[in-house]
């Protein structure tokens, strides 16, 4: 069994022998505008190998259009792109012959069952005996869990089993890269958590990198390693997860008890007066508590907070810790601002 399958050439190897991650994607100032409509404005974006990458925006951001640039279903107006170094204009047969694709509402023949579904896509890709071709449709219908639904009519298949059935042919030809278009979009929450669970299988077992768009901000918290985010077609973040989730400096929350307001708001007056706060925001719990949340510009700045508001001998803290902010909160903040940010 022969399938077609580029070279490795583009990894890098270090003086002890270790591969490094090599860039998968890359893109230069792409742009595609359609009539005086900019769907995607100057794009530069960079995803290495064997990452989970988060391609994150509200609807009309340029998600899907990004996507057909990167597979050569439309050509852009300006700027260029890579996949595998190869050349997404000149050079795009050479990178669908590595990519596998999950479109967001992907379409089967409802009169087919799933192993001649997997069947009739493996044979794109692969020639030589029959018994190799079986096999490698087994394995797929396995990975995605569809073993014991595999000689049954689509039509009969519920929106879960139809994805995951999408991921399986998406995958049929053993790609380098997967780029899927919401592949948990319409999912309960078991759906959503097989999903899930099969791109990180794809990703540790099968060394596969993943392009993947979703708005399920959760979702992309739980398994992504990297994640950029966009607005009106323009980049605003890209960062690995955990640096963008410190985007702004980190938090504290502290929960206080003044001897009076006019005591709490002394001491408010203190800490935001310092060079290191960039702000601090106050709200009550449901004990009735003041609770502050402080962002500061310095990592170690947690010791001068805490010895800053003991200090006055009216105001008890109750309670105090760094506080994780998830990704919905970054997400909505950048968005909403909608200014690029550099991490």
């Known amino acids: ?5 580029g070279d490795t050439s583009a990894s890098e190897t270090t003086l002890n022998g270790e591969r490094d991650a090599s860039t998968v994607i890359e893109t230069s100032g792409l742009t595609k505008v359609y009539g005086r409509v900019a769907a995607l404005k100057a794009l530069d974006l960079e995803v290495k190998e064997n ?3 988060g391609f994150l925006g509200p609807n009309g951001a340029g ?7 990167l597979l050569g279903l439309v050509h852009p107006t300006a700027g260029s792109g890579t996949v ?3 050349d997404i204009v000149t050079e795009n047969f050479e990178i669908r012959r590595r990519v596998g694709y999950l479109a967001q509402d992907p379409r089967y023949y409802g009169h087919m069952t799933a192993r001649e579904t997997l069947r009739f896509a493996a044979r794109f890709f692969y020639s030589g005996p029959e018994p190799a071709v079986e096999r490698r449709v087994e394995d797929s219908l396995a990975l995605v869990g569809l073993s014991d639904r595999a000689d049954r009519k689509i039509r009969g ?5 139809r994805q995951r059935l999408g991921l399986a042919q998406a995958q049929i030809n053993d790609p380098e890269l997967l780029i899927l278009d919401e592949p948990a979009a319409s999912l309960d929450p078991m759906g ?9 299988r794809l990703r540790d077992e099968r060394e596969t990198t993943i392009f993947y768009s979703t708005h399920i901000l959760s979702d992309v918290q739980r398994v992504s390693d990297s994640v950029a985010i966009l607005r009106d077609g323009h980049l605003l973040a890209q960062a690995p997860i955990n640096e963008l989730l410190t985007i702004g400096g980190p938090v504290y929350e502290l929960t206080v008890q003044g001897g009076s307001e006019n005591a709490l708001e002394k001491t408010r007056t203190r800490v935001r007066s310092q060079s290191w706060v960039s702000s601090l925001e106050e709200s009550s719990n449901l004990a009735g508590e003041k609770v502050w949340l402080v962002r500061t510009a310095d990592e ?8 800053l508001v003991l200090e006055s001998q009216d105001t008890k803290v109750l309670g105090f810790g760094r506080k994780k902010q998830s990704l919905e909160e970054v997400f909505f903040d950048l968005v909403e ?7």
Do not use: C, N, Q
């Open 300 to 307: 170690s700045a947690s010791e001068d907070l805490l010895r």
């Open 1 to 5: 069994m022969k399938v077609y399958r």
């Open 192 to 200: 959503r958590r097989d999903v899930l669970e099969i791109m990180e």
């Open 51 to 53: 990452s989970i990458f």
């Open 84 to 86: 595998f170094g190869k």
């Open 63 to 69: 998600k899907t259009t990004a996507m057909k640039l």
């Open 157 to 161: 298949f519920s929106g879960g089993e």
């Open 337 to 343: 601002k909608g200014e690029e940010v550099e991490v």
